[in-house]
T-cell receptor, first 111, second 114 residues
């Protein structure tokens, strides 16, 4: 079945450091790919998405490129802030409207 | 605009009791999803509805779990009887008919079964 694998956390960075959170997927066909973010005590919010190969999703300084050849959708940000501390989820949608989520990666940014 | 509204935010109950979680989706959204979040299993899709009709309930763990959507603005997830392993955060999410992939999540209901 469809699945998403994310790098394990927590990831701890200093403010202004470069961020990469790895995400790979297994799916039939051509899934759409997403990154969601969850702040403490809140629900998940869509951060960015890409619907076909080589698409780049971007939002709030975060970027991710849909790489079909490596089945990956890694999240990057050039300079993280303390306010970026949260849990980040990679997800895919393939044959059903429901999203399949990865395990989530905790990001902690220190000032 | 109001987002997805869930209640209660926190529920503590004893094993064997009935638990009912409630969700009001965003007006105009025709898809509604129930997810469960635990440390061990992450986010699991339990069931989803389209136009108030359950489409896929293959994620519902046991017969103790049931979900209904009597109208477009209300859904319930019921656990009867509850067990300690049901302790989790339960999220409701909704999405518009023109499904773009974005799910709008509520803040979740944290359930603790003692």
């Amino acid at each position: 079945g469809d699945s998403v694998t994310q790098m394990e956390g927590p990831v701890t960075l200093s403010e202004e450091a470069f961020l990469t959170i790895n995400c790979t997927y297994t799916a039939t066909g051509y899934p759409s790919l997403f990154w969601y973010v969850q702040y403490p005590g809140e629900g998940l919010q869509l951060l960015l998405k890409a619907t076909k190969a080589d698409d780049k999703g971007s939002n709030k300084g975060f970027e991710a490129t849909y790489r079909k050849e490596t089945t990956s959708f890694h999240l990057e940000k050039g300079s993280v802030q303390v306010s970026d501390s949260a849990v980040y989820f990679c997800a895919l949608r393939s044959r059903s409207p429901g999203l399949v989520f990865g395990a989530g990666t905790i990001l902690r940014v220190k000032s | 605009d109001a987002g997805v509204i869930q209640s209660p935010r926190h529920e503590v109950t004893e094993m064997g009791q009935e638990v009912t979680l409630r969700c009001k989706p965003i007006s105009g959204h025709d898809y509604l999803f129930w997810y469960r979040q635990t440390m061990m299993r992450g986010l699991e899709l339990l069931i989803y509805f389209n136009n108030n009709v359950p489409i896929d309930d293959s994620g519902m763990p046991e017969d103790r779990f049931s979900a209904k959507m009597p109208n477009a603005s209300f859904s319930t997830l019921k656990i009867q009887p509850s067990e300690p392993r049901d302790s989790a955060v339960y999220f409701c999410a909704s999405s518009p008919q023109a499904f773009t992939g974005e799910l709008f999540f509520g803040e979740g209901s944290r359930l603790t079964v003692l």
